[in-house]
């Protein structure tokens, strides 16, 4: 069975530094993996998704990277900003096309 | 307008009432989801749906049924709610573009208390 970690729970940063948040999944035989943010009262939205095949996404600020073989993925956020303050989930999909989620990590970045 | 909307967006309950959530899209997607979410856990999956005629249990079905009424709409019930049911309730459509490049996509949530 899957499962998705994400550590910490929490974090907390200055404005303008970088943020990097981990993810790991026991499961190698992943189809994809996707980075979600989550703010308060609202839904969840998909910032990046890659694919088993690739190393890295890219998409402005955001920087994603895969390691397969060692079970992780990295989320980074350049030059960050009180915007960026949200809580950030990974999801792994595997065999049945199903979604497992890690726990979220939950940023503040103080201006 | 929202793609996905979920109502209501809050909700009190007492242990054994029978309540539904309910989920309307408008993104034309064939498959559709129902996740809770519990404090510092993920979302788990409860049940989904692929097309009107296709009904599938998640990981944590138990409590829980669901109807899909048309493409678009996609209801949760609690049958008789118990007190560990409160959590934060999502409801999710992606379209079948081929396994490894689906997304989904979320609605903002129903929050569900049961006293």
């Known amino acids: 069975k899957q499962e998705v970690t994400q550590i910490p729970a929490a974090l907390s940063v200055p404005e303008g530094e970088n943020l990097v948040l981990n993810c790991s999944f026991t499961?190698?035989?992943?189809?994809?993996l996707q980075w979600f943010r989550q703010d308060p009262g609202k839904g969840l939205t998909s910032l990046l998704l890659?694919?088993?095949?690739?190393r890295e996404q890219t998409s402005g600020r955001l920087n994603a990277s895969l390691d397969k073989s060692s079970g992780r993925s990295t989320l980074y956020i350049a030059a960050s900003q009180p915007g960026d303050s949200a809580t950030y989930l990974c999801a792994a999909r595997a065999a049945g096309n199903k979604l497992t989620f890690g726990g979220g990590t939950r940023v503040l970045v103080k201006p | 307008d929202a793609d996905v909307t979920q109502t209501p967006r809050n909700r009190i309950t007492k242990t054994g009432k029978r309540i539904m959530l309910e989920c309307s899209q408008t993104?034309?997607?064939?498959?559709m989801y129902w996740y809770r979410q519990d404090p510092g856990l993920g979302l788990r999956l409860i049940y989904y749906s692929f097309d009107v005629k296709d009904i599938n249990k998640g990981e944590i079905s138990d409590g829980y049924s669901v109807s899909r009424q048309a493409q678009a709409k996609f209801s949760l019930s609690l049958e008789s709610a118990i007190p560990n049911q409160t959590a934060l309730y999502f409801c999710a459509t992606s379209d079948a573009t081929g396994i490894g490049q689906e997304t989904q996509y979320f609605g903002p949530g129903t929050r569900l208390l049961v006293l």
């Open positions: 890659i694919q088993s095949s690739q």
């Open positions: 499961d190698s035989a992943i189809y994809n």
């Open positions: 993104k034309g997607h064939d498959r």
